[in-house]
């Protein structure tokens, strides 16, 4: 069972930027897939980037493309999401989630979620 542990939101003017960290305990995440996602008030949760185990290949909501990068070190057994040029639209709870190639194969969905941390882009 991989446990997850965000950290890293908080506070920031628009066009400032943010980096949260997932941290994973219990279980190596080799050969699991990482991924970010966000629920703004109100909003269902939605997609934000994705990282494969290897790390050589990424995936962004178009809403991010080219301000969020996301990247993992696997010596760490840790994820990040490096948030620039932030505005009030970025404002929700973020997550980071994960899950072992073989079940993603099979059912397109995360296995394991982290409980989530604020990000808030005041205007």
């Known amino acids: 069972q991989v446990q997850l542990v965000e950290s890293g939101g908080g506070l920031v003017q628009a066009g400032g930027s943010l980096r949260l960290s997932c941290a994973a305990y219990a279980q190596t995440l080799n050969y699991h897939l990482m991924g970010w996602f966000r629920q703004a008030p109100g909003k269902e949760r939605e997609f934000v980037a994705q990282i494969n185990w290897s790390g050589g290949s990424t995936t962004y909501a178009d809403s991010v493309k080219g301000r969020f990068t996301i990247t993992r070190d696997s010596a760490k057994n840790t994820g990040y999401l490096q948030m620039d040029s932030l505005n009030p639209e970025d404002t929700a709870v973020y997550y980071c989630?994960?899950?072992?190639?073989?079940?993603?194969?099979?059912?397109?969905?995360?296995?394991?979620w982290g409980q989530g941390t604020q990000v808030t882009v005041s205007s």
């Open positions: 989630a994960a899950v072992h190639i073989t079940s993603y194969s099979k059912t397109g969905r995360y296995d394991y």
